[in-house]
């Protein structure tokens, strides 16, 4: 029967199929393309006379191509850099405990809305409101006033005064994806905090904080260096190299955010149980390792679009270069930090510190990625990993600070260290003009010491500035709300007082066993 049924179905297939071939056949484009070779065609160029464009019409399509291949780059490289918060957030809740887990989950998502928020009303243009033309995206002038001093005879560019709320002349293409584009690096530098401030910082204490970083926190010293600002012109006012020079990130947006963090855990203190009466510390272990690994991997893809990204040009060919260093210096950075901690710290291989070497290698290497080769990147990760290993064992056992990811070692030691190493191993095979100023960006070992000198300035004043502008937030934050929760809330967990919800329902968790007693 079964062998009848089959001998049917197969003769009904091949008369349908002998049916329809002719039908078919008529039906199918005379000219089809399947591999694509002649779509595209002159007809494609916008012309007053279809198919026969003048110069200046095939010039203007050219332009206007050019310009939309990096209005595409900088968007998807803008969606990939987003895309990093959940890493963010599986790392940090992966990092810390299991009776925590919502509200530190909580604070990645909400971080994300509140600094973007605040960005948008005035953060971008306190940051970007005198940045002039933005080149790559079309050459739109519209951000054009930077309030600025005169000192010894030179301007000091301090901050932006145009394109708040991104009304007015900001109403343009290429502002608002610059916009997109800086926004979701500010978000990066305001989840950093979160892990260092994790496992008892009140939640409202930590939503006022995310409304000040997005606001003005981040976007001045951004404006120093990306803005127009007076670091940015160093170079052209006092001949130091091409003044403080930083691609993608590793001073404005990983150091800020490392030394918030450091700030915010010396003023809100330890967690219950972590320090000695004698000063030693107790481990307290994270809770989820796996999701701390897969939170580290999404942020490795993440950072391509960070840095390569930071180009604003799918057409400027660097992002090959950008995004081999990228990757070389987080292989290293892991492999220095897992070899670390197996031979010279605790004889075994500590995945936590292998994730935080990875991290640390891609922070470091974020500044100089586009200006040197690839064994510099390597030596720059490979440094990045002792580094970091070394940090976290000094700020937990000289500093006496509670960090529970290790967020103040990876991001604010890291960054400061990748924007020396820029002015040490930039090369000078690219950054013609960076700055205003002529000529390549080359550092200390091409030769230009100055350029050294420059970074050296910024990695300075980002710690002068962001840790007082974040002593004075997190004071008042504490004046007026306080910054920690409630003991009897933090042994429990956070979780339900202060977010009313369980992270694991129906896991039964040993609460007070992962609270250590000091001694």
Same mark, same amino acid.
């Given at each position: 029967?079964?062998?009848?049924?089959?001998?049917?179905?197969?003769?009904? %297939?091949?008369?349908?199929?002998? #049916?329809?071939?002719?039908?078919?056949?008529?039906?199918?484009?005379?000219?089809?393309?399947?591999?694509?070779?002649?779509?595209?065609?002159? /007809?494609?160029?916008?012309?007053?006379?279809?198919?026969?464009?003048?110069?200046?019409?095939?010039?203007?399509?050219?332009? =206007?191509?050019?310009?939309?291949?990096?209005?595409?780059?900088?968007?998807?490289?803008?969606?990939?850099?987003?895309?990093?918060?959940?890493?963010?957030?599986?790392?940090?809740?992966?990092?810390?405990?299991? !009776?925590?887990?919502?509200?530190?989950?909580?604070?990645?998502?909400?971080?994300?809305?509140?600094?973007?928020?605040?960005?948008?009303?005035?953060?971008? &243009?306190?940051?970007?409101?005198?940045?002039?033309?933005?080149?790559?995206?079309?050459?739109?002038?519209?951000?054009?006033?930077?309030?600025?001093?005169?000192?010894?005879?030179?301007?000091?560019?301090?901050? $932006?005064?145009?394109?708040? %709320?991104?009304?007015?002349?900001?109403?343009?293409?290429?502002?608002?994806?610059?916009?997109?584009?800086?926004?979701?690096?500010?978000?990066?530098?305001?989840?950093?905090?979160?892990?260092? *401030?994790?496992?008892?910082?009140?939640?409202?204490?930590?939503?006022?904080?995310?409304?000040?970083?997005?606001?003005?926190?981040?976007?001045?010293?951004?404006?120093?260096?990306?803005?127009?600002?007076?670091? &940015?012109?160093?170079? /052209?006012?006092?001949?130091?190299?091409?003044?403080?020079?930083?691609?993608?990130?590793?001073?404005?947006? =990983?150091?800020? @955010? @490392?030394?918030?963090?450091?700030?915010?855990?010396?003023?809100?203190?330890?967690?219950?149980?972590?320090?000695?009466?004698?000063?030693?510390?107790?481990?307290?272990?994270?809770?989820?390792?796996?999701?701390?690994?897969?939170?580290?991997?999404?942020?490795?893809?993440?950072?391509?679009?960070?840095?390569?990204?930071?180009?604003?040009?799918?057409?400027?060919?660097?992002?090959?270069?950008?995004?081999?260093?990228?990757?070389?210096?987080?292989?290293?950075?892991?492999?220095?930090?897992?070899?670390?901690?197996?031979?010279?710290?605790?004889?075994?291989?500590?995945?936590?510190?292998?994730?935080?070497?990875?991290?640390?290698?891609?922070?470091?290497?974020?500044?100089?990625?586009?200006?040197?080769?690839?064994?510099?990147?390597?030596?720059?990760?490979?440094?990045?990993?002792?580094?970091?290993?070394?940090?976290?064992?000094?700020?937990?056992?000289?500093?006496? #600070?509670?960090?529970?990811?290790?967020?103040?070692?990876?991001?604010?030691?890291?960054?400061?260290? $990748?924007?020396?190493?820029?002015?040490?191993?930039?090369? @000078?095979?690219?950054?013609?003009?960076?700055?205003?100023?002529?000529?390549?960006? !080359?550092?200390?070992?091409?030769?230009?010491?100055? /350029?050294?000198?420059?970074?050296?300035?910024?990695?300075?004043?980002?710690?002068?500035?962001?840790?007082?502008?974040?002593?004075?937030?997190? !004071?008042?934050?504490? *004046?007026?709300?306080? =910054?920690?929760?409630?003991?009897?809330?933090?042994?429990?967990?956070?979780?339900?007082?202060?977010? $009313?919800?369980?992270?694991?329902?129906?896991? !039964?968790?040993?609460? =007070?066993?992962?609270?250590?007693?000091?001694?």
């Amino acid at each position: 029967m079964r062998v009848k049924t089959l001998i049917f179905l197969i003769g009904v %297939f091949a008369l349908a199929g002998s #049916l329809l071939a002719p039908v078919l056949a008529l039906a199918a484009p005379v000219n089809a393309d399947p591999a694509g070779l002649s779509t595209g065609t002159i /007809q494609d160029i916008p012309a007053a006379v279809a198919g026969k464009p003048t110069l200046e019409e095939i010039g203007a399509a050219a332009g =206007h191509n050019r310009v939309a291949i990096n209005f595409v780059w900088t968007l998807i490289a803008g969606f990939l850099v987003m895309f990093m918060q959940p890493g963010f957030a599986m790392v940090e809740a992966g990092l810390t405990r299991a !009776k925590n887990v919502a509200h530190t989950m909580a604070m990645n998502f909400l971080v994300y809305p509140l600094g973007m928020l605040g960005f948008y009303v005035c953060g971008f &243009a306190l940051m970007f409101g005198g940045l002039g033309a933005i080149g790559t995206l079309g050459g739109y002038a519209g951000l054009n006033h930077e309030f600025a001093i005169n000192l010894f005879g030179k301007s000091f560019g301090l901050f $932006g005064l145009k394109g708040f %709320f991104l009304g007015g002349s900001s109403y343009d293409v290429a502002i608002y994806t610059l916009f997109m584009f800086q926004m979701v690096f500010m978000d990066t530098t305001a989840t950093i905090p979160t892990g260092a *401030l994790a496992e008892r910082w009140k939640f409202l204490a930590f939503c006022v904080y995310g409304v000040f970083v997005g606001t003005i926190i981040y976007p001045i010293f951004g404006n120093w260096v990306w803005g127009g600002g007076w670091l &940015a012109m160093l170079g /052209q006012n006092f001949h130091l190299g091409h003044g403080h020079v930083d691609f993608a990130g590793s001073s404005v947006v =990983h150091l800020t @955010g @490392g030394v918030i963090a450091l700030v915010g855990a010396w003023i809100v203190g330890p967690r219950v149980g972590k320090f000695n009466q004698d000063g030693s510390a107790n481990a307290i272990p994270g809770h989820n390792i796996p999701m701390a690994v897969i939170g580290t991997f999404i942020l490795a893809f993440g950072w391509f679009g960070f840095n390569a990204g930071s180009t604003l040009a799918g057409t400027d060919l660097r992002i090959g270069i950008v995004a081999v260093n990228t990757m070389l210096a987080s292989a290293t950075g892991a492999m220095a930090a897992t070899l670390w901690m197996w031979l010279i710290r605790t004889k075994k291989p500590d995945p936590s510190m292998m994730c935080n070497g990875l991290l640390a290698g891609m922070v470091a290497i974020t500044a100089p990625c586009a200006f040197v080769n690839s064994l510099s990147a390597c030596i720059i990760g490979l440094i990045a990993g002792i580094l970091v290993v070394e940090s976290v064992y000094f700020v937990e056992g000289k500093l006496k #600070l509670d960090d529970p990811v290790g967020a103040i070692s990876v991001h604010g030691v890291n960054g400061a260290f $990748g924007c020396l190493a820029l002015g040490i191993f930039a090369d @000078g095979s690219y950054g013609d003009g960076w700055n205003g100023v002529a000529g390549t960006v !080359k550092g200390l070992f091409s030769g230009d010491p100055s /350029q050294f000198f420059a970074q050296c300035v910024g990695v300075v004043s980002n710690f002068i500035y962001v840790g007082l502008m974040s002593i004075i937030v997190f !004071k008042l934050i504490d *004046l007026f709300i306080g =910054h920690r929760a409630d003991l009897a809330a933090e042994i429990e967990g956070l979780d339900v007082p202060e977010m $009313g919800v369980v992270g694991y329902c129906g896991v !039964k968790l040993d609460k =007070h066993s992962e609270t250590p007693l000091s001694k």
